[in-house]
């Protein structure tokens, strides 16, 4: 494999770390609005704006590629049931019955899934390295989300929103590798453009189910600008910068951005939420970050776990 050159290593890093502080937003932005906008519903015009803020710099591509995206139609609506109803409104309603500590770890195990998907299915060689810095990293995670109390562990209690939670954290593992297994031709930003119709066309049947047998989302001046700003950060910008990852680093690689955002969420909690630093937040990050280097670097000539394919799996 050809080694990348600095420019190229300097864009991999820079989506990776941007994709993660974005879709850590997601939480702050969820947060705001969860408790007056029903999951669906939330999912539902949280895509439907992305959709318009983005539709003017893909509207031309989406011309121009009209027929190839016609001829893929049923791999976008693959695409928006994986990455708008399940990992969206599936996972706004998961937290209605878990915890954030359950949910958390739960949703830290897709890279562990991104990496088995891409052994399994593409048969992709793993290497020692990175596996050892996958569990470094995650080791890292648990760190932070147990507040450095290994009990925790011990008292946890799974419910139907656990459940959910695994499914929304293997939804993601798919979703990403079948990103970067499309290898399209299209343009980034054309690319999202159809994801995102795809999923609000997913999303809608739902959102009406929810509109007429629970509420409807309150269209109050409030409510649009928290999920403006939903669609905006944890929407667009963290799904383009994401999909910017995979293709430069790989679905096992880029995968591994969902490791950061515990990081993003505490440093925003301590820097807008007023929320202290803790001397588990420290160990924690003296776990992830070089967890995270390990897993991310090129992998080397040198040892490497042989690919594992679909006859030797059997």
Sequence with gaps: MPKASPNTAFAAYSFYLLSSAFFASNIVFGRAAAHVVPPAGLAF????????????????????????????????????????????????????????TNAGLIYATSPVMILLITALWLGEAVTLRQTGGILLAMAGVLVILTRGDPAVLLHLSFNIGDLMMVGVSTAWAVYTVLARQSKSSLPVVTGFAANAFAGVVALAPFCLWETVALHPAPMTLDTVARIAGLALFASVLAFITYQKTILLMGPSRGGTSLYVMPLWTALAAWALLGEELHLFHLAGVALVLPGLL??????????????ITRSSAA
């Design 45 to 100: 015009w949280r895509w439907v704006i992305a959709f318009l803020i983005i539709l003017p710099f893909a509207a031309r591509g989406l011309l121009l590629h009209r027929h190839a995206l016609a001829a893929s139609w049923k791999r976008l609506l693959v695409m928006g049931v994986l990455g708008q109803v399940i990992c969206g409104a599936g996972l706004y309603v998961a937290l209605e019955f878990t915890s954030a």
């Design 294 to 307: 390990l897993a991310t670097l090129p992998p080397r000539s040198g040892r490497v776990l042989a690919p």
